[in-house]
């Protein structure tokens, strides 16, 4: 349990173990990620058989995401530690100028104590798959979660990674 300085408000941010629950395994989220981020770029183009996002909600889905997979691959790696708190904090940087995207209870500066921020991903990703994933394509809110271990199949018409 965390508390805030200024108030002494108690923050339960959920352990990696709640947050990460059920989402889909390492492999399978890196390749989902970098394709986000390639779409995001303009390095590939998004199918016209996909309906419009909101790019403000897709783009906090992205740094969302990518934060809480290098959150998820520290806890293994302890090598990552860095890259998991630079990631953590451009999310946060994003939902100071985009308050009404956060899904948690907590708002970015509530969480101090930890200066990673990682707490604060694990709590936006527990609520973000709790809301149903908003800002990712209906797709892949379609998918279901992999828990470690699991062999990803492939869609029909595609090739495996």
Request: aromatic fraction near 4%; proline fraction near 11%.
């Amino acid at each position: 349990m965390r508390v805030t300085p200024k108030t002494a408000e108690a923050i339960d941010a959920p352990p990696p173990h709640e947050a990460y629950a059920n989402a889909p395994d390492l492999r399978r989220e890196m390749h989902q990620v970098l394709a986000l981020g390639a779409e995001r770029d303009g390095r590939r183009v998004r199918t016209a058989t996909c309906p419009p996002l909101d790019a403000t909600a897709a783009e906090r889905a992205w740094l969302l995401r990518r934060a809480a997979l290098m959150d998820r691959m520290a806890l293994d790696r302890p090598g990552a530690v860095g890259a998991a708190a630079q990631t953590a904090e451009q999310l946060v940087l994003y939902d100071r100028r985009h308050p009404g995207l956060v899904a948690g209870p907590h708002h970015p500066d509530a969480i101090t104590l930890d200066l990673s921020r990682r707490p604060y991903v694990r709590q936006e990703y527990a609520a973000w798959m709790a809301a149903g994933r908003p800002g990712t394509h209906q797709e892949e809110r379609r998918m279901p979660a992999m828990g470690a271990g699991a062999t990803p199949q492939p869609s029909p018409g595609r090739l495996a990674a």
